[in-house]
């Protein structure tokens, strides 16, 4: 058990969007400051409003005003609770981040990968991480364009791919900071036509609206799987311990890393989310 407050590990100067506001400044946010998520606060007053995260922004390329797709009410901790009690928060509730707040005035911000990179790393824990890892990942062949990439990640309804060359062997990993990174809202116009016909003995009367839908997507640039994830893959095997893997986490600064077996071959995930379940058991 960790003796320790969250104002100790917490980040105090928070990079926070705004309502009213729009979702590209989210998106300017994010990418600059290399973040999954931001806490949102009422422009004037300066109180918390809602969190928007990278995958609210995916999954609503359409929306433009922060308001329509950030999350409300979001679960929140104060300065003075205890490190244990916000992890517990995070799990029960399966998110990532707790901002921190005093009379809903926001002070600060901690994520999962905080909680790791400085708490957990800190106590001796020689579990094997294959109690609390993802078993069931997918995969994408390294030579993979972007987009379909990108499509298997929301077949599967999760946040990061594992990539494999040639040999099956792992060889990289996309997380959905990547898959922003790499690209772009764009407006798209389609045409409907739709015809109308009437049959009279001598004449027939053909009328014909045409209608205009404009729709934004994402437009991923041009890359395959491999140019995105490099060649330099950090991986843990089953029998690591938690309080090495949450050290590779620190020392790397990733908030996940892919499980291999001996022959290279990935058997599953391991995030900052997963190993706080060991600091509540």
Not at 2 to 9: A, D, N, P, R, T
Not at 85 to 98: F, G, L, Q, W
Not at 171 to 180: A, K, P, Q, V, Y
Not at 197 to 221: A, H, P
Request: proline share 4%.
């Amino acid at each position: 058990m960790i003796i320790m407050k969250i104002s100790e590990i917490m980040t105090e100067n928070v990079q926070a969007g705004s309502v009213p506001g729009t979702v590209s400044s989210i998106y300017e946010i994010l990418r600059e400051e290399k973040l999954s998520g931001v806490p949102i606060v009422k422009k004037h007053t300066g109180e918390l409003a809602g969190v928007i995260t990278r995958s609210d922004l995916i999954k609503n390329p359409d929306e433009d005003q922060v308001a329509m797709i950030m999350s409300r009410n979001p679960i929140t901790a104060a300065p003075d609770e205890d490190v244990n009690s916000v992890a517990r928060k995070m799990i029960n509730n399966n998110i990532r981040r707790v901002p921190i707040t005093v009379d809903n005035k926001l002070v600060g911000i901690v994520t999962s990968a905080d909680i790791t990179n400085k708490a957990l790393w800190k106590i001796n824990n020689t579990e094997p991480v294959e109690k609390y890892m993802v078993r069931n990942v997918p995969t994408v062949w390294d030579k993979t364009p972007l987009p379909i990439a990108y499509s298997i990640t929301n077949f599967f309804n999760f946040k990061s791919v594992i990539s494999l060359n040639d040999d099956g062997k792992a060889s990289g990993i996309l997380t959905e900071t990547d898959f922003i990174n790499e690209s772009r809202v764009v407006e798209e116009q389609t045409i409907h036509n739709s015809s109308v016909s009437t049959e009279g003995d001598k004449w027939t009367w053909n009328s014909q609206s045409v209608m205009y839908i404009l729709k934004n997507r994402l437009q991923f640039s041009d890359k395959i799987v491999k140019d995105v994830a490099g060649d330099k893959l950090v991986s843990v095997t089953r029998k690591t311990s938690v309080k090495e893997c949450a050290n590779i986490l620190r020392q790397y600064n990733i908030e996940q890393v892919p499980v291999l077996n001996m022959a290279d071959e990935p058997i599953g995930l391991v995030r900052s989310s997963d190993l706080m379940r060991a600091m509540i058991q």
